[in-house]
């Protein structure tokens, strides 16, 4: 079993930085995807990033070249930079974890808030 714990939110200004942190219990994430979800109120719950178990990295379109996904493998730590923040990025953001050879995330933290005022 994984147990995930993000930390890092906060409230910021429109074009200022944040770095969220998911830290991993229970097992190595060496095999693990690592992703960064996020929930506004009253949307969906959309993709924002994943680094795989080669290090390579995706975005979704609305943060590419601002938020960058990162790994930590002796912390067992993922990390989320997210730059320029903008009004938009206010959202519940959740790490979550996934065996680099299946579809589906199975493993959720908690999630973190994260406010962005303009």
């Known amino acids: 079993q994984v147990r995930l714990v993000e930390s890092g939110g906060g409230w910021v200004q429109a074009g200022d930085s944040l770095r969220l942190a998911c830290a991993a219990s229970g097992r190595s994430l060496n095999t693990y995807v690592m992703g960064w979800f996020r929930q506004a109120p009253g949307k969906d719950r959309e993709f924002v990033a994943a680094?795989?178990?080669?290090?390579?990295?995706s975005y979704a379109d609305s943060v590419r070249g601002r938020f960058t996904i990162s790994r930590d493998y002796a912390k067992n730590t993922a990390y989320l930079q997210m730059n320029s923040l903008k009004p938009e990025d206010t959202a519940d953001y959740y790490c979550a974890a996934k065996l680099h050879h299946t579809d589906t995330y199975p493993y959720w933290g908690q999630g973190t808030l994260v406010t962005v005022s303009s």
């Open positions: 680094i795989y178990t080669s290090s390579s990295t």
